[in-house]
């Protein structure tokens, strides 16, 4: 089975402030591909990040960055400085084998206050 | 278009009522995905689209929901005899290529807001 938690819902913090998001999953394929998705107020899910099973390398890009921990099957993902633009919902999601459906998160609301 | 369209963006339908939203994808993209978002939850899978071919239709949560793809391109999402409980976003997104490790991503619509009273 194929599951994604995310336990935190909601998040506010200041702007400027560091936040990071959880994400922690459970599946039993052996290569599987983890995302991260903002949904602004508009509606439309933004793809912000792919990561592989078989590259635990962190990423970062600009003020985000993720950390990928299989031995604690975790897809951590981190806004460094965040601004009021940073506010939206976040979701992660994960894909295995089969056919590229996603199974996503519950997703947390992150408000940034300025 | 530049990315995925769907309409219409909001519809309220009278419980009953037959209900159709549409998706545009991408031009030339393969993969069309077909999601539903309940309030404050993750998009859940409805069904998959390989061309005209629909692949997987295992998260349809029941027979009044139907969708095709007869050309591959345009995607039509038909919900018959609407319930309270459709209400909710429905998602479409499209991908490139149809599989396997580098298939690029999936790009979604704003999505389509049903209210069902």
């Known amino acids: 089975a194929q599951k994604v938690t995310q336990a935190q819902t909601e998040i506010s913090v200041v702007e400027k402030e560091d936040v990071t998001l959880d994400c922690v999953y459970e599946t039993r394929d052996t290569t599987y591909y983890l995302f991260w998705y903002k949904q602004p107020p508009s509606g439309e899910l933004v793809f912000l990040i792919r990561?592989?099973?078989?590259?635990?390398q962190n990423e970062i890009s600009g003020r985000y960055s993720w950390n990928f921990q299989k031995s604690t099957s975790s897809f951590n993902f981190t806004i460094t400085a965040s601004q009021v633009v940073d506010s939206a919902v976040y979701f992660c999601a994960l894909r295995g084998s089969t056919l590229g459906r996603l199974y996503f998160g519950r997703g947390t609301q992150l408000t940034v206050w300025p | 278009g530049a990315g995925v369209s769907q309409s219409p963006r909001y519809k309220v339908a009278k419980r009953g009522q037959d209900v159709a939203l549409r998706c545009d994808p991408i031009s030339g993209h393969v993969s069309l995905f077909w999601y539903q978002q309940a309030l404050g939850q993750g998009p859940e899978f409805l069904t998959y689209?390989?061309?005209?071919?629909?692949?997987?239709k295992s998260g349809l949560p029941s027979d009044r929901f139907f969708a095709e793809r007869p050309e591959g391109s345009v995607s039509t999402l038909k919900i018959q005899r609407t319930q309270q409980e459709d209400s909710a976003v429905y998602l479409c997104a499209s991908r490139l290529v149809a599989g396997g490790p580098n298939t690029g991503e999936l790009f979604f619509g704003e999505g389509s807001r049903l209210t069902v009273l």
């Open positions: 689209f390989q061309n005209e071919a629909q692949l997987d």
């Open positions: 990561r592989n099973s078989f590259d635990e």
